[in-house]
Protein backbone atom coordinates (compact mmCIF):
# COMPACT_ATOMS: atom_id res chain seq x y z
CA UNK A 1 0.00 0.00 0.00
CA UNK A 2 2.25 2.72 0.98
CA UNK A 3 4.55 1.94 -1.85
CA UNK A 4 1.72 2.47 -4.47
CA UNK A 5 1.23 5.42 -2.70
CA UNK A 6 4.30 6.91 -3.28
CA UNK A 7 4.31 5.94 -6.69
CA UNK A 8 1.43 7.63 -7.33
CA UNK A 9 2.81 10.66 -5.71
CA UNK A 10 6.11 10.42 -7.99
CA UNK A 11 3.62 10.57 -10.92
CA UNK A 12 1.60 13.12 -9.69
CA UNK A 13 4.66 15.18 -9.24
CA UNK A 14 5.42 14.57 -13.27
CA UNK A 15 2.29 15.50 -13.91
CA UNK A 16 3.05 19.00 -12.09
CA UNK A 17 0.13 18.23 -10.10
CA UNK A 18 2.03 18.97 -6.60
CA UNK A 19 -0.84 19.45 -4.08
CA UNK A 20 -1.69 16.10 -5.20
CA UNK A 21 1.69 14.67 -4.50
CA UNK A 22 1.86 16.22 -1.23
CA UNK A 23 -1.45 14.79 -0.23
CA UNK A 24 -0.09 11.15 -1.52
CA UNK A 25 3.18 11.24 0.06
CA UNK A 26 1.45 12.52 3.42
CA UNK A 27 -0.69 9.34 3.42
CA UNK A 28 2.43 7.37 2.41
CA UNK A 29 4.12 8.91 5.67
CA UNK A 30 1.16 7.87 7.82
CA UNK A 31 2.03 4.20 6.57
CA UNK A 32 6.03 4.37 6.95
CA UNK A 33 7.14 7.84 9.35
CA UNK A 34 10.59 6.17 9.21
CA UNK A 35 11.33 7.20 5.74
CA UNK A 36 13.52 9.22 5.26
CA UNK A 37 12.84 9.30 0.80
CA UNK A 38 9.85 10.36 1.49
CA UNK A 39 9.97 13.59 3.51
CA UNK A 40 12.51 13.97 1.73
CA UNK A 41 10.68 13.72 -1.95
CA UNK A 42 7.42 15.82 -0.07
CA UNK A 43 9.69 18.62 0.57
CA UNK A 44 10.54 18.76 -3.16
CA UNK A 45 6.55 19.10 -3.93
CA UNK A 46 6.23 21.85 -0.96
CA UNK A 47 8.80 23.76 -2.77
CA UNK A 48 6.97 23.52 -6.24
CA UNK A 49 4.27 24.95 -4.28
CA UNK A 50 5.99 27.92 -2.60
CA UNK A 51 5.45 26.09 0.43
CA UNK A 52 9.59 27.02 1.62
CA UNK A 53 9.31 26.43 5.62
CA UNK A 54 7.19 23.47 5.48
CA UNK A 55 10.05 21.81 2.86
CA UNK A 56 12.74 23.05 5.34
CA UNK A 57 10.75 21.36 8.01
CA UNK A 58 10.62 17.88 5.77
CA UNK A 59 13.93 18.14 4.71
CA UNK A 60 15.33 18.51 8.41
CA UNK A 61 12.99 15.44 9.32
CA UNK A 62 14.42 13.18 6.31
CA UNK A 63 18.14 14.30 7.70
CA UNK A 64 17.54 13.35 11.29
CA UNK A 65 16.21 9.70 9.64
CA UNK A 66 19.16 9.41 7.70
CA UNK A 67 21.87 11.60 7.88
CA UNK A 68 23.67 10.48 4.54
CA UNK A 69 20.52 11.21 2.18
CA UNK A 70 22.16 13.70 -0.04
CA UNK A 71 18.84 15.04 -2.19
CA UNK A 72 17.62 15.89 1.73
CA UNK A 73 20.39 18.34 2.22
CA UNK A 74 19.89 19.76 -1.57
CA UNK A 75 15.64 20.72 -0.49
CA UNK A 76 16.52 22.46 2.49
CA UNK A 77 19.49 24.73 0.99
CA UNK A 78 16.75 24.93 -1.97
CA UNK A 79 14.10 26.20 0.40
CA UNK A 80 16.36 28.25 2.04
CA UNK A 81 17.41 30.29 -0.80
CA UNK A 82 13.91 30.66 -1.68
CA UNK A 83 13.61 32.33 1.98
CA UNK A 84 16.92 34.41 1.36
CA UNK A 85 18.59 32.39 4.25
CA UNK A 86 21.54 32.26 2.09
CA UNK A 87 23.85 32.03 5.05
CA UNK A 88 21.80 28.24 6.55
CA UNK A 89 21.49 27.44 2.86
CA UNK A 90 25.47 27.43 2.33
CA UNK A 91 25.61 25.47 5.54
CA UNK A 92 23.32 22.51 4.41
CA UNK A 93 24.45 22.52 1.02
CA UNK A 94 28.05 21.62 2.12
CA UNK A 95 27.14 18.68 4.35
CA UNK A 96 25.07 17.02 1.23
CA UNK A 97 28.08 18.07 -0.91
CA UNK A 98 30.10 15.62 1.20
CA UNK A 99 28.00 12.86 0.80
CA UNK A 100 27.29 13.37 -3.19
CA UNK A 101 30.72 15.02 -4.36
CA UNK A 102 29.91 14.86 -7.84
CA UNK A 103 26.67 16.37 -7.90
CA UNK A 104 27.47 19.42 -9.74
CA UNK A 105 23.75 20.84 -8.01
CA UNK A 106 25.50 21.48 -4.79
CA UNK A 107 28.91 23.14 -6.37
CA UNK A 108 26.56 25.71 -8.40
CA UNK A 109 23.73 26.66 -5.32
CA UNK A 110 26.61 27.28 -3.30
CA UNK A 111 28.44 29.44 -5.83
CA UNK A 112 24.96 31.07 -5.76
CA UNK A 113 25.05 31.52 -1.97
CA UNK A 114 28.26 33.32 -1.78
CA UNK A 115 27.72 35.62 -4.39
CA UNK A 116 23.95 36.38 -2.44
CA UNK A 117 26.42 36.97 0.86
CA UNK A 118 28.32 38.79 -0.90
CA UNK A 119 25.77 41.43 -2.28
CA UNK A 120 24.64 41.17 0.95
CA UNK A 121 27.52 42.58 2.85
CA UNK A 122 28.57 45.18 -0.09
CA UNK A 123 25.40 46.40 -0.54
CA UNK A 124 23.31 46.89 2.44
CA UNK A 125 24.40 50.39 2.54
CA UNK A 126 23.63 51.48 -0.90
CA UNK A 127 20.30 49.78 -0.52
CA UNK A 128 19.28 51.95 2.17
CA UNK A 129 20.11 55.28 0.76
CA UNK A 130 18.33 53.63 -2.63
CA UNK A 131 15.29 53.26 -0.61
CA UNK A 132 15.39 56.54 0.74
CA UNK A 133 16.07 58.34 -2.40
CA UNK A 134 13.14 56.95 -3.57
CA UNK A 135 10.71 58.41 -1.37
CA UNK A 136 11.60 61.20 -2.81
CA UNK A 137 10.96 60.92 -6.62
CA UNK A 138 7.64 62.59 -7.81
CA UNK A 139 5.08 60.02 -8.73
CA UNK A 140 5.28 60.23 -12.33
CA UNK A 141 8.77 58.94 -12.39
CA UNK A 142 9.15 55.34 -14.08
CA UNK A 143 11.67 54.24 -11.06
CA UNK A 144 9.48 55.28 -8.57
CA UNK A 145 6.86 53.18 -10.56
CA UNK A 146 9.01 50.11 -10.77
CA UNK A 147 10.07 49.95 -6.77
CA UNK A 148 6.20 50.52 -6.33
CA UNK A 149 5.30 47.73 -8.49
CA UNK A 150 7.94 45.61 -6.84
CA UNK A 151 6.98 46.20 -3.11
CA UNK A 152 3.57 45.12 -4.17
CA UNK A 153 5.04 42.22 -5.78
CA UNK A 154 7.88 41.31 -2.29
CA UNK A 155 4.47 41.95 -0.16
CA UNK A 156 2.40 39.52 -2.12
CA UNK A 157 5.05 36.74 -1.86
CA UNK A 158 5.40 37.68 2.03
CA UNK A 159 1.83 37.08 2.23
CA UNK A 160 1.28 34.24 0.71
CA UNK A 161 4.34 32.53 2.55
CA UNK A 162 2.51 33.86 6.19
CA UNK A 163 -1.20 32.78 4.87
CA UNK A 164 0.68 29.07 4.29
CA UNK A 165 3.11 29.04 8.00
CA UNK A 166 -1.15 30.11 9.39
CA UNK A 167 -2.46 26.92 7.44
CA UNK A 168 0.17 24.40 9.07
CA UNK A 169 -0.79 26.47 12.35
CA UNK A 170 -3.93 25.76 12.31
CA UNK A 171 -3.19 21.33 12.29
CA UNK A 172 -0.69 21.32 14.78
CA UNK A 173 -1.22 20.53 18.74
CA UNK A 174 -1.05 23.19 21.00
CA UNK A 175 1.78 24.30 22.96
CA UNK A 176 1.59 27.68 24.66
CA UNK A 177 4.56 29.51 24.08
CA UNK A 178 5.53 33.22 24.61
CA UNK A 179 8.69 35.49 24.75
CA UNK A 180 10.84 38.44 25.95
CA UNK A 181 13.84 40.31 24.72
CA UNK A 182 17.28 41.72 25.66
CA UNK A 183 19.21 43.90 24.03
CA UNK A 184 21.53 41.30 22.62
CA UNK A 185 19.09 38.16 22.72
CA UNK A 186 15.38 37.22 22.30
CA UNK A 187 14.11 34.61 24.40
CA UNK A 188 11.39 32.28 23.50
CA UNK A 189 9.67 29.92 25.96
CA UNK A 190 7.50 26.93 25.19
CA UNK A 191 5.43 25.41 28.07
CA UNK A 192 5.81 21.95 27.42
CA UNK A 193 5.86 19.90 30.25
CA UNK A 194 7.57 16.21 31.11
CA UNK A 195 9.00 16.68 27.16
CA UNK A 196 12.58 14.10 26.74
CA UNK A 197 15.21 15.76 25.47
CA UNK A 198 15.44 13.22 22.42
CA UNK A 199 12.14 14.29 21.21
CA UNK A 200 12.51 18.16 20.63
CA UNK A 201 14.87 18.82 17.68
CA UNK A 202 15.03 22.86 17.27
CA UNK A 203 16.76 24.48 13.71
CA UNK A 204 17.91 27.55 13.49
CA UNK A 205 18.88 29.99 9.93
CA UNK A 206 19.01 33.51 9.63
CA UNK A 207 15.63 34.49 10.31
CA UNK A 208 13.87 31.38 10.79
CA UNK A 209 13.30 28.92 14.14
CA UNK A 210 12.15 25.23 13.65
CA UNK A 211 11.07 23.74 16.39
CA UNK A 212 9.65 20.45 16.27
CA UNK A 213 8.34 18.06 19.13
CA UNK A 214 8.00 14.30 18.07
CA UNK A 215 6.84 12.48 21.44
CA UNK A 216 6.04 8.29 20.55
CA UNK A 217 1.80 8.42 20.66
CA UNK A 218 1.26 11.86 20.07
CA UNK A 219 0.98 14.41 17.20
CA UNK A 220 3.99 16.04 16.03
CA UNK A 221 4.53 19.70 17.31
CA UNK A 222 5.98 22.39 14.82
CA UNK A 223 6.68 25.99 15.35
CA UNK A 224 7.93 27.41 12.60
CA UNK A 225 8.01 31.21 12.54
CA UNK A 226 9.82 33.52 10.46
CA UNK A 227 11.47 36.40 12.87
CA UNK A 228 10.76 39.67 13.25
CA UNK A 229 14.65 40.13 12.65
CA UNK A 230 18.08 38.20 12.07
CA UNK A 231 20.00 35.99 14.40
CA UNK A 232 23.59 34.66 14.47
CA UNK A 233 22.28 30.69 14.52
CA UNK A 234 26.04 29.45 15.88
CA UNK A 235 24.86 31.65 19.02
CA UNK A 236 21.81 30.41 19.89
CA UNK A 237 20.89 28.07 22.59
CA UNK A 238 18.58 25.53 23.45
CA UNK A 239 17.53 24.14 26.87
CA UNK A 240 15.08 21.70 27.38
CA UNK A 241 13.60 21.69 31.36
CA UNK A 242 10.88 19.88 33.26
CA UNK A 243 8.29 21.89 32.33
CA UNK A 244 9.26 23.56 29.31
CA UNK A 245 11.60 24.26 26.57
CA UNK A 246 13.45 27.88 26.68
CA UNK A 247 15.44 29.01 23.60
CA UNK A 248 17.62 31.72 23.27
CA UNK A 249 17.94 33.59 19.86
CA UNK A 250 21.16 35.79 19.77
CA UNK A 251 20.42 38.97 17.90
CA UNK A 252 22.29 40.10 14.57
CA UNK A 253 21.22 43.24 15.33
CA UNK A 254 20.78 44.95 18.05
CA UNK A 255 17.15 46.36 16.82
CA UNK A 256 13.79 45.93 19.19
CA UNK A 257 11.76 42.95 17.95
CA UNK A 258 8.01 44.66 17.89
CA UNK A 259 7.00 40.57 17.97
CA UNK A 260 8.82 37.53 17.36
CA UNK A 261 7.24 37.19 14.16
CA UNK A 262 8.39 39.09 11.16
CA UNK A 263 5.68 41.81 9.60
CA UNK A 264 6.22 43.75 6.54
CA UNK A 265 4.34 46.72 8.39
CA UNK A 266 6.36 47.12 10.83
CA UNK A 267 9.80 48.82 11.15
CA UNK A 268 12.40 47.86 13.36
CA UNK A 269 14.28 50.48 15.82
CA UNK A 270 17.80 50.50 16.77
CA UNK A 271 18.40 50.59 19.99
CA UNK A 272 20.78 53.33 20.47
CA UNK A 273 21.61 53.16 23.84
CA UNK A 274 22.14 49.65 25.76
CA UNK A 275 20.67 48.85 28.13
CA UNK A 276 21.98 48.61 31.73
CA UNK A 277 20.05 46.97 33.99
CA UNK A 278 16.90 45.18 32.88
CA UNK A 279 13.93 45.28 35.57
CA UNK A 280 11.10 43.32 35.65
CA UNK A 281 7.58 45.42 36.45
CA UNK A 282 6.75 45.50 40.59
CA UNK A 283 3.33 44.27 41.24
CA UNK A 284 1.39 45.62 43.73
CA UNK A 285 0.79 43.79 46.92
CA UNK A 286 -0.73 44.27 50.48
CA UNK A 287 2.59 42.27 51.94
CA UNK A 288 4.85 44.68 53.69
CA UNK A 289 8.20 42.56 51.95
CA UNK A 290 8.52 42.13 48.34
CA UNK A 291 9.22 39.09 46.58
CA UNK A 292 12.51 39.04 44.65
CA UNK A 293 10.90 36.90 41.22
CA UNK A 294 14.60 36.86 39.92
CA UNK A 295 16.22 35.62 42.41
CA UNK A 296 13.53 32.87 42.62
CA UNK A 297 13.41 32.15 39.19
CA UNK A 298 17.80 31.19 39.45
CA UNK A 299 16.94 29.24 42.18
CA UNK A 300 14.16 27.34 40.60
CA UNK A 301 16.68 26.90 37.52
CA UNK A 302 19.84 26.05 40.06
CA UNK A 303 17.60 23.35 41.60
CA UNK A 304 16.31 21.96 38.29
CA UNK A 305 19.88 21.48 36.64
CA UNK A 306 21.49 19.85 40.14
CA UNK A 307 18.30 17.81 41.08
CA UNK A 308 19.48 14.07 41.38
CA UNK A 309 17.39 11.48 39.89
CA UNK A 310 17.13 7.46 40.22
CA UNK A 311 16.59 4.80 37.44
CA UNK A 312 15.20 5.61 34.14
CA UNK A 313 14.37 9.14 35.14
CA UNK A 314 18.19 9.95 36.16
CA UNK A 315 19.40 7.98 33.05
CA UNK A 316 17.45 10.75 30.99
CA UNK A 317 18.04 13.57 32.55
CA UNK A 318 21.95 12.49 32.07
CA UNK A 319 21.44 12.22 28.30
CA UNK A 320 19.89 15.32 28.02
CA UNK A 321 22.43 16.92 30.23
CA UNK A 322 25.32 15.81 27.69
CA UNK A 323 23.02 16.78 24.64
CA UNK A 324 22.62 19.44 25.60
CA UNK A 325 26.36 20.67 25.85
CA UNK A 326 26.94 18.75 22.59
CA UNK A 327 28.39 20.44 19.87
CA UNK A 328 26.33 19.86 16.56
CA UNK A 329 28.51 16.57 15.28
CA UNK A 330 28.16 15.71 18.64
CA UNK A 331 24.28 16.00 18.39
CA UNK A 332 24.31 14.25 15.31
CA UNK A 333 26.18 11.29 16.05
CA UNK A 334 24.20 10.57 19.33
CA UNK A 335 20.59 10.68 16.64
CA UNK A 336 22.10 8.81 14.78
CA UNK A 337 23.89 5.74 16.95
CA UNK A 338 20.07 5.83 18.73
CA UNK A 339 17.70 5.41 16.22
CA UNK A 340 19.52 3.02 13.50
CA UNK A 341 20.57 0.93 16.87
CA UNK A 342 16.76 0.91 17.89
CA UNK A 343 17.85 2.64 21.19
CA UNK A 344 20.58 0.35 22.18
CA UNK A 345 23.98 2.82 21.11
CA UNK A 346 24.21 6.03 21.99
CA UNK A 347 27.99 7.67 20.49
CA UNK A 348 28.53 10.74 20.62
CA UNK A 349 31.96 10.18 18.07
CA UNK A 350 30.68 11.46 14.45
CA UNK A 351 33.82 10.33 12.71
CA UNK A 352 33.27 6.74 14.22
CA UNK A 353 29.22 6.26 13.36
CA UNK A 354 28.90 9.04 10.44
CA UNK A 355 30.07 6.63 7.26
CA UNK A 356 28.21 3.59 8.53
CA UNK A 357 25.05 1.90 9.88
CA UNK A 358 25.07 1.35 13.73
CA UNK A 359 23.97 -1.91 14.44
CA UNK A 360 21.89 -3.06 17.14
CA UNK A 361 23.72 -4.11 20.51
CA UNK A 362 21.16 -5.11 23.35
CA UNK A 363 22.57 -6.02 26.72
CA UNK A 364 23.84 -8.98 27.65
CA UNK A 365 21.28 -11.83 28.06
CA UNK A 366 18.39 -9.81 25.63
CA UNK A 367 17.95 -10.47 22.12
CA UNK A 368 17.16 -7.75 19.57
CA UNK A 369 13.80 -8.13 17.49
CA UNK A 370 12.73 -6.31 14.87
CA UNK A 371 9.16 -5.85 14.49
CA UNK A 372 6.85 -5.66 11.56
CA UNK A 373 3.80 -3.71 11.54
Same mark, same amino acid.
Given at each position: ?26 ? =? @?? $?? &? ?10 ? +?? *? #? !? ?11 ? =? @?? $?? &? ?10 ? +?? *? #? !? ?16 ? &? ?272
Amino acid at each position: MGEELEKRAKEAFFDDDFALAVDLYSQ =A @IE $LD &PNDANLFADRAQ +AH *I #K !LNAFTEAISDANR =A @IL $LN &PSLSKSYLRKGT +AC *I #K !LEEYLTAKLALQNGAAFA &PDDARFINLIQECDRRIAEESSGLSSTLSSKSSVTSVPSGNSSHSRNTNDAVTKEAEVDSLTSQVNEVTLNRPKYRHEYYQKPEEVVVTIFAKGISAKDVVVDFGEQILSVTIDVPGQDVYRFQPRLFGKIIPNNCRVEVLLTKIEIRLAKAEAINWTSLEYSNDVLPTKINKPIVQYERPAYPSSKPRTRDWDKLEAQVKKEEKEEKLDGDAGLNKLFRDIYQNADEDMRRAMSKSFLESNGTVLSTDWKEVGSKKVQGSPPDGMELKKWEY
